[in-house]
């Protein structure tokens, strides 16, 4: 089921900052780990992706270099700073809290 | 240019990067991902007719991406506006001080008056020099925020001249009145030079000071009209209109 657009934008930072936190990435590398983690539910508009890095990059969230890869490629990767792990620490435990409140809400509104 | 450079050269016009480097960088960055996904359409068996629909599906509307890309990067911008302000002011009050003491330098020779004297005097007429760069300088951010409605144009000099009168009437209740016809000079005289015909942006500069001399010729000058503030402000004008052309030539990447 494809997710709403909206409720995408809301969290993009959030998995931006945890797919850096496991390994640095590129643009494009991101979103298809997206794609692939949440099995083709994933469906934003993939142009948006960069002003959300460049934003995170300038909050000192992320560092970035360019990198020649095995084809020839030059592509910019992406690293969390420190400042970027903490904020991925902190919006993680920001969504668990946040999800597990609507989670009560909805089950006890279904029971 | 392919598809792939006219989505990327749409982001970069409307994204109104702050600066060269961000640019590059946005414009690379973004080209390696449309490269990516049109080779991943292409190796999916795709045409390119397909695989090009395939990427502007995916990558979304230019228009949306730019925007985002505005919003984020909106406080350099602003800053950059503010600083790019700063200079123009600054070297357009430099610009008239220097016209308007040579032309009262020149005035002050023929007349066998002392240079000194007259240019001693000068900081007297602080608040004419900073009307005339108020003047003209407001026209100019009205042109450049508004250059489609004439009216709109001209609303930062008249919401601009409005509180000039009222701070020049407080602070300098007896000689106001010459100030805000400086004022007045600079911004027709502005306004004027975009007629295309010729020294018709005299009239500019001419026109607001012509009313108020035969209106109230003796406050300003005796009934004698006052050529030499008129030729001040004109050279004044004409400089101003060098400093502004220079300031877009300099900062050309902002007014492409």
């Given at each position: 089921m494809p997710i709403d657009r909206e409720l995408l934008k809301g969290s993009i930072a959030l998995l931006i900052l945890k797919l850096l936190s496991e390994r640095d990435m590129y643009g494009y590398e991101i979103i298809q780990e997206s794609v692939h983690r949440s099995q083709d539910a994933f469906e934003f508009k993939e142009g948006t992706l960069y002003p959300a890095l460049h934003q995170l990059h300038k909050r000192g969230y992320l560092r970035s270099e360019w990198r020649t890869g095995e084809n020839g490629k030059q592509r910019k990767y992406y690293s969390l700073t420190a400042a970027g792990r903490k904020a991925a620490r902190r919006s993680e435990q920001e969504w668990f809290s946040f999800t597990k409140v609507v989670n009560s809400i909805l089950s006890k509104a279904h029971s | 240019m392919t598809h792939l450079d006219r989505i990327v050269s749409r982001v970069i016009l409307l994204a109104k990067?702050?600066?060269?480097k961000p640019r590059c960088e946005v414009e690379k960055e973004l080209r390696a991902h449309l490269d990516d996904l049109a080779e991943e359409a292409r190796s999916q068996g795709y045409d390119d007719e397909a695989a090009a629909r395939i990427v502007r599906m995916r990558f979304g509307q230019p228009e949306e991406v730019a925007a985002a890309f505005a919003s984020v990067y909106a406080p350099e911008r602003l800053a950059k506006r503010i600083l790019q302000s700063a200079i123009l002011v600054t070297a357009s009050t430099v610009a008239v001080v220097v016209a308007i003491g040579t032309v009262q330098s020149i005035a002050a020779l023929c007349t066998a008056n002392s240079i000194i004297s007259t240019l001693r005097d000068i900081h007297r007429e602080l608040f004419g020099f900073a009307a005339i760069v108020a003047g003209y300088c407001s026209l100019y951010a009205g042109e450049r925020l508004f250059p489609t409605s004439l009216a709109r144009t001209l609303l930062p000099s008249v919401t601009l001249g409005l509180w000039l009168a009222a701070v020049f009437g407080w602070?300098?209740?007896?000689?106001?009145a010459l100030p805000l016809v400086a004022f007045m000079c600079a911004a027709f005289g502005r306004l004027l030079q975009r007629?295309?015909?010729?020294?018709?942006?005299l009239a500019g500069t001419g026109g607001p000071l012509l009313i108020a001399w035969a209106l109230c010729g003796p406050l300003i000058s005796?009934?004698?009209?006052?050529w030499l503030v008129w030729l001040g402000l004109t050279i004044s004008c004409k400089a101003l209109r060098e400093i502004v052309r220079l300031f877009e030539r300099v900062f050309v990447e902002d007014f492409a």
């Open positions: - | 990067l702050p600066g060269n602070l300098i209740p007896q000689h106001g007629v295309e015909i010729p020294l018709v942006w005796g009934w004698q009209f006052p």
